[in-house]
């Protein structure tokens, strides 16, 4: 199975950068929300790296 | 000599022992209609293969013997057809077998085959040369030893299995002290934390130890226990799957899982239940550099 980052959701924008799509939430409410959407349209599981960023995965 | 007896003996039993052997295990998948209509036809061609060599034999027609190595070709079929079939709906389960799993089952498929294959063989040879009691005799110990013999080992032999505390720090998940994955979202940690239930699987010695490293063997345990306990996932909740972890410094194995029925007892007994797989059998210490570095 191929792993892969398909987003990133957070409330520090300063911290994510990339090719991958980034969500911006205004929120930990909120962020935990659109990582659960995403995380249940994608198939994928939400990661929490601890500095106000989730990442989504697929494994 | 009358060969009808002989060969009848030996087709009736053979069948039979497929019979047997199709029911006495539940684990391989749900033997549907069909499938046990497959299985026995085939077990009744590889009876009847085995019952007439015998006599064929006994007539000199050496031709009829070498139709045996057809079944060779034939029952290799089997293994492949299992393969195929368990592959392809492997997609649809919510928590896969594993290709180590489904490759043990297809084998024992084939296996069995063989297995009838000589019972029907010694069957007809002993009802040939002595009466129909001792041929019905035979198949009666040819099968008991078939199935002690081929009945291989359950993780419960090879390892402890007890309860394990599920808990979380911070986002990092841990079964004891076993760490398996960071989780995100409160509320996915919350679900884990009410309706997880982890399991810690402590081999017994260094053979166990070599085979439960083995993600396959992992892979076919996540697989037993959540077909016997329920899941609470769906296809679109990955993060409930049921995972295993191993612990680098003592090979214990952490499993986790979320059932519908939070029964421990039941979690540990179908974890125990599980079939040592195959092809992630390791025996380091039957060699003398496996048993140096043990100690």
């Known amino acids: 199975m191929r792993k892969e980052i398909l987003a990133a959701i957070t409330i520090n924008p300063e911290l994510v950068g990339g090719g991958i799509p980034i969500f911006i939430a205004q929120d930990r409410a909120e962020q935990d929300k659109i990582a659960t959407y995403l ?13 106000g960023v989730y990442v989504l995965a697929r494994h | 000599m009358d060969y009808i007896t002989p060969t009848a003996a030996g087709v009736a039993l053979g069948t039979l022992a497929r019979y047997i052997m199709l029911r006495s295990d539940y684990r391989q998948y749900p033997t549907y209609p069909h499938g046990a209509v497959t299985h026995l036809s085939l077990g009744f061609i590889g009876a009847a293969l085995g019952a007439v060599a015998i006599p064929a034999l006994l007539e000199k027609d050496f031709a009829a013997i070498s139709f045996l190595s057809l079944a060779a070709t034939q029952f290799r079929d089997v293994r492949e057809m299992e393969r195929s079939m368990l ?17 043990g089952i297809a084998r024992v498929f084939e296996a069995r085959n063989y297995l009838v294959i000589i019972i029907a063989l010694l069957v007809s040879g002993f009802t040939a040369y002595t009466n129909i009691g001792v041929g019905i ?7 008991f030893f078939a ?32 760490h398996f994955m960071n989780l995100g979202t409160e509320e996915t940690r919350q679900t884990v934390l009410s309706r997880g239930l982890g399991v810690i699987i402590e081999p017994l010695d260094d053979n166990a130890r070599a085979t439960l490293a083995n ?7 996540a697989h037993e226990a959540s077909a016997q306990v329920g899941v609470y996932r769906d296809v679109d909740t990955a993060e409930f799957m049921p995972i295993s972890r191993r612990d680098l ?7 986790i899982i979320l059932p519908i029925e939070k ?8 974890v125990k239940r599980t079939p040592v797989l195959e092809s992630a059998m390791a025996k380091p210490l039957k060699s003398k550099t496996g048993r140096g570095a043990s100690d």
Do not use: W
Not at chain 1, 39 to 51: M, Y
Not at chain 2, 155 to 171: D, S
């Open chain 1, 39 to 51: 995380a249940r349209i994608t198939e994928g599981v939400v990661h929490d790296l601890e500095n």
């Open chain 2, 87 to 103: 592959s392809s709906i492997e997609h649809s389960e919510l928590v896969p077998r594993g290709p180590d799993y489904i490759e």
């Open chain 2, 137 to 143: 005799l035979v198949s009666i110990i040819a099968l």
């Open chain 2, 147 to 178: 199935n002690k013999l081929m009945k291989g080992k359950v993780v419960g032999q090879i390892a402890k299995v007890r309860e394990g505390e599920v808990r979380f720090e911070g986002p990092q998940l841990f079964v004891d002290d076993i």
């Open chain 2, 215 to 221: 993600s396959g063997q992992r892979q076919a345990i």
């Open chain 2, 249 to 255: 410094d003592t090979g214990r194995i952490g499993l």
């Open chain 2, 263 to 270: 029964d421990i007892e039941c979690l540990i007994e179908a």
